[in-house]
């Protein structure tokens, strides 16, 4: 009771315009006390109006009332102060505009600090007491404040909702049961909650696991960028390095070609220089011949002119070389071979630097990619590929533009080569395999090998681990008319699937996947691989009985 006189009190000597405790304590006429300070400005903000009220009991005073402060109930709100009742102790805060209320509480409201699931009551601290102190409330569940607590009234019979429905998954009170929910599967709200408990504690170790999950995600996901930075960095060296040094090489073969054109100018300019000069010494040898002729022409001594005239009609035979004029064609056949050089070299360049952007736009990181599911998706990763002749066994006749290979009893005349297999009848393709990859083969006869393989597999043994699937280095799959066998490092796989003269392979070579489909109308997957590839790959045939054919498939 001590605690409701002081909260009494303290409501006694507030000021009802900033709810604090008077300051400077003024009445008006109508009895009622405000601070000097709020009714002053609260009377400014109406003096427009020439009407002066009370905030409390609106009676109109005029003219303005002048305000005299109340010295007896200064002194009072003074000792309340020096007694320390004016402070609320600190589990008497009061509701804000956003805070739950208690119930309980009479004038201006204490904040809720609890909510009783039992008394669907909200109580502060004060009013919470009773419920820690009486043996009456010892079974009421408390709960943090709750704005909705009538939600667990039940709306048809006006009681609490202890029970639960679970053939219709809502709360109800202990009456539903009789009419409504009769024949229901019902619990106590208790117990459904310790199961629903349990779900909740499952579900929550899933989204952690999850969370964990994602954050080694994330993780390997934040490696993927160091190393996708890393290795643009070790790029962006090399390709400078490389262009450096192709500059280098190409001012080099410039000076070298330019200094050889000067060093043949100078040879050249010399030896007509040369030529020149015996023609020029030859052209005045003849003029001063024909100046002794004509002066022995006009001499009048015919004894002399008959004397003279042996001697000096006589000429010596030339030494200088015939000239013959040339077109002006002297250094351009070098300018000629260079443009042929240049045209090559721009070819060369058009052609790998298409493959030179291809490399790039398929750099891919470790990202969820789904594997196609139609036809159609798996054309969108189509690669055209022909077979390289230079690692054919001599055995193998290559056709159809290279994309055709036939097993034959008679050699093929095929120049020797160190990429050759030469006891093995297996041929490799020309392009290497990266990123996402799809292609299509035809087949015919008994026996074919279809395969994936690195490019360092060996090619010149006796062994039969230089074939397909018979070494860690390639995957095979070998195709015969009774279905299908896997092969990898020796170790074979049977796939039971019914004949397909056309296969599908989608290699994803970033996430290890190779995968082989029959292709008709719908694309049936017969085996996949799951593994790691650490090199491009290169597709291989290998038809394995005489007459037998593989072909790689246009597609586009």
């Known amino acids: 009771m001590a605690q409701k006189g002081v909260q009494l009190d303290r409501e006694t000597f507030s000021c009802l315009i900033c709810l604090d405790l008077l300051k400077d304590p003024v009445a008006i006429p109508c009895g009622h006390s405000y601070c000097m300070s709020c ?50 102790p600190a589990d008497l805060c009061y509701a804000g505009p956003e805070d739950l209320a208690c119930d309980v509480c009479t004038g201006r409201k204490l904040k809720a600090v609890k909510s009783c699931l039992m008394c669907l009551i909200s109580y502060c601290e004060k009013h919470l007491q009773s419920h820690y102190e009486s043996p009456a409330f010892e079974k009421h569940k408390l709960a943090e404040p709750c704005k909705k607590l009538q939600d ?36 106590s709200a208790a117990a459904e909650r310790t199961e629903k408990q349990k779900e909740l504690e499952v579900s929550r170790q899933n989204i952690q696991q999850r969370i964990q999950d994602r954050e080694k995600d994330v993780k390997l996901l934040q490696r993927e960028v160091e190393a996708i930075n890393h290795s643009a960095d070790k790029a962006e060296e090399d390709i400078e390095k490389i262009f450096t040094e192709l500059i280098r090489l190409m001012e080099k073969r410039s000076s070298d070609v330019k200094q050889q054109v000067r060093s043949q100018q100078k040879t050249e300019v010399s030896r007509v220089r040369e030529l020149q000069e015996k023609l020029e010494q030859e052209i005045a040898d003849l003029k001063r011949k024909d100046a002794e002729l004509k002066e022995l022409s006009h001499t009048e001594d015919h004894n002399l002119f008959l ?4 001697s000096l009609s006589r000429l010596n035979k030339s030494n200088s070389p015939s000239i013959n004029i040339r077109p002006l064609l002297y250094f351009e056949d070098v300018t000629a071979a260079l443009s042929e050089v ?14 030179i952007s291809l490399s790039v736009a398929k750099v891919d990181v470790l990202l969820p990619h789904p594997e196609p599911k139609t036809r159609a998706e798996f054309l969108k990763y189509s690669c055209e590929i022909t077979l390289d002749p230079n690692t054919a066994n001599p055995q193998l006749l290559l056709s159809e533009g290279n994309r055709k290979a036939t097993l034959m009893r008679k050699e093929q005349p095929y120049s020797s080569h160190p990429d050759r297999f030469i006891f093995i009848l297996q041929v490799l393709s020309r392009e290497s395999l990266t990123g996402h990859c799809y292609w299509e083969v035809e087949w ?33 799959f070998c195709c015969h008319k009774t279905g299908y066998t896997f092969y990898h490092n020796s170790v074979s796989t049977q796939i039971s699937a019914p004949h397909c003269s056309r296969l599908g392979l989608y290699l994803d070579h970033r996430a290890g996947i190779l995968s082989l489909y029959s292709v008709s109308d719908t694309m049936t997957l017969l085996h996949r691989v799951q593994t790691t590839f650490a090199q491009p790959l290169y597709a291989g045939l290998k038809p394995f009985s005489y007459g037998a054919t593989a072909k790689f498939c246009k597609l586009k």
Not at 342 to 355: H, I, P
Not at 454 to 468: H, N, P, Q, T, V
């Open 307 to 310: 004397q003279s005239y042996p």
């Open 39 to 88: 009714i002053k400005t609260f009377w400014d903000d109406k003096d427009e109006k020439k009407i002066h009220s009370c905030p409390q009991c609106r009676q109109t005073f005029s003219p303005r009332p002048v305000l005299v402060k109340n010295t007896m109930l200064a002194v009072l709100v003074e000792e309340l102060k020096k007694t320390r009742l004016q402070a609320a």
């Open 342 to 355: 240049g045209d090559k070299l721009q070819d060369v360049l058009r052609e790998k630097w298409t493959n």
């Open 444 to 476: 015919s006869g008994k026996q074919v090998y279809v395969a994936v393989t690195y490019k360092d597999i060996c090619r010149a043994s006796f062994l039969d681990d230089c074939g397909f699937g018979k070494n860690n280095k390639s995957w095979a």
């Open 152 to 187: 667990n009234i039940c709306p048809r019979h006006d009681e609490v909702m202890k029970m639960f429905c679970r053939t219709d998954q809502q709360c109800i009170c202990y009456l539903c049961p009789v009419d409504e929910h009769k024949g229901h599967n019902t619990v």
